[in-house]
């Protein structure tokens, strides 16, 4: 799937861009970004063994697949992106800009059952949070789908909803029932 003309990583991936990308367009959100940055989760760690003179254990990087800022002109009047948790700033500031917030996500297939690279991410996105102070939201395409709305990239040519989509709704109705007062607003722990 990864070439030089489609930098994702998975199907899943194009279509949550696809879903950025409309979001966007709606005022949905205020911007989004693909693999912005890597983080060093764990340092490279040199030793000395018996059998070799020098030998060392590889760093361990994890870059995150989206990053997402809400459209919104105070902290207060914020929509919620069902599903997902928003980080903010590690220090507390006495005013915020919209900026200082976002979701961190990372998309993973739908039918990925509970396996080795699941637990991995789950690892990850423990030291993500630990160490930066960012949470990392994964998610699951189909089920975020449902919860907001699917995008016209992936409705089929005659303009219907694929199988696996069925039940969305387009992003024109999504927009319509997030208006006030049927909006979510966004809570604060």
Known sequence: MKCEWNPFDSCDEVAFNAWCVEAEKIGFISRFEYHLKSYELIPEIPYVSESFKKKKLHSRNYTPDFWIWPAWENVHTAVAIPGLILTGPKEKKKKYSAS???FC???KPGHQVQSAR???FRYQQS???EKFNIHVNELKIEDFFKK??????CRLKNGSIPVRFAGCM???NYKKKMEPPNYI???FP
């Open 100 to 102: 200082d917030f976002y």
């Open 170 to 172: 387009s992003s024109e």
């Open 118 to 120: 699941t637990q991995l």
């Open 185 to 187: 607003p966004l809570s």
């Open 148 to 153: 907001t709305f699917i995008p016209a990239f």
């Open 105 to 107: 996500i990372d998309v």
């Open 127 to 129: 030291l993500m949070l």
